[in-house]
């Protein structure tokens, strides 16, 4: 008799079948790759895909990497998070096809998070970076009479707009729009047919509005002013397959997925604005 095992994929071939269906909002930042020795790493281990989550785990290279940015210094924490898929090797049909892309979108999501949010480190909405900005909450008008709505959007990113001349001086600088409510706000119609949004960008010749990805901010609205030539993205893995392997005692084929941590360094003040906003009378 024959035992039906399933051949086990390479790394190189499981990567190479990826369909990632996510766009990483961390994919606007301008990269800078740090080096990254995992050894000795211990992964949990999920046998489904309803415990897709990456968590942290014991490696060499967890440690505190000094980052100079003009006059200041800031620490970049450099640990690791993953996980391990394991499946057994006598079953008809692998499940990694499919559970490959799942994981690794998830770990993709999952980071993308913790870079929004500064979980590990400096991110983009909150950050001890001293040359983040975070404004005042401003609020646009929910009754909409006459102008009032597009008039004060204007002036918001007009004051936006001065405020990066006032401190980066950056000429290159883009809008990153979060939030159901505000995206919804920049569609509404004026009386001679144009939205909102077509008139903020006719006001702001070039102007560049990047949208977040909804999962990033349930309930919070509001801009992020980037300014890319002065913002960098400290990494060191994204999210991927480590390595494969077997295991012959009990039957099984593994796979270990990893990312390491990042960290959004602002250059220059001003090179990363938060402006929340709230739509209310």
Not at 215 to 243: F, K, M, R, W
Request: charged share 20%.
């Amino acid at each position: 008799m024959t035992d039906n095992i399933s051949p086990i994929p390479t790394r190189e071939e499981l990567m190479q079948s990826v369909v990632l269906d996510y766009a990483p909002f961390y994919s606007v930042f301008k990269g800078v790759p740090h080096e990254a020795k995992i050894e000795n790493v211990k992964f949990t281990t999920i046998r489904g895909d309803d415990e897709i989550v990456a968590k942290g785990i014991n490696a060499q290279d967890t440690e505190r990497a000094h980052v100079k940015s003009g006059v200041s210094s800031k620490y970049y924490a450099k640990a690791f998070k993953g996980v391990q898929y394991a499946e057994s090797i006598r079953q008809a049909q692998s499940a990694l096809p499919n559970i490959n892309n799942k994981i690794l979108k998830a770990f993709h999501k999952q980071l993308d998070a913790e870079i929004w949010n500064g979980v590990d480190n400096n991110g983009v909405i909150v950050s001890s970076d001293p040359n983040h900005i975070t404004n005042t909450a401003s609020t646009l008008p929910l009754t909409i009479s006459g102008n009032n709505g597009i008039d004060k959007l204007v002036e918001l990113f007009n004051s936006l707009k001065t405020q990066v001349e006032n401190t980066s001086s950056s000429s290159n600088y883009e809008f990153a729009v979060y939030g159901a409510d505000l995206k919804a706000y920049l569609l509404k119609i004026l009386s001679n047919g144009s939205t909102y949004k077509k008139v903020l960008q006719d006001a702001f010749s070039g102007i560049k509005l990047l949208d977040v990805p909804a999962n990033l901010s349930a309930s919070a609205n509001g801009l992020v002013v980037i300014c890319p030539d002065i913002v960098d993205l400290h990494y060191t893995l994204l999210p991927q397959i480590e390595n494969t392997g077997t295991d012959q005692r009990n039957s099984e084929a593994w796979v270990n997925y990893i990312y390491g941590t990042a960290m959004v360094d602002v250059k220059e003040r001003g090179g990363l604005i938060v402006q929340s906003v709230s739509i209310s009378d």
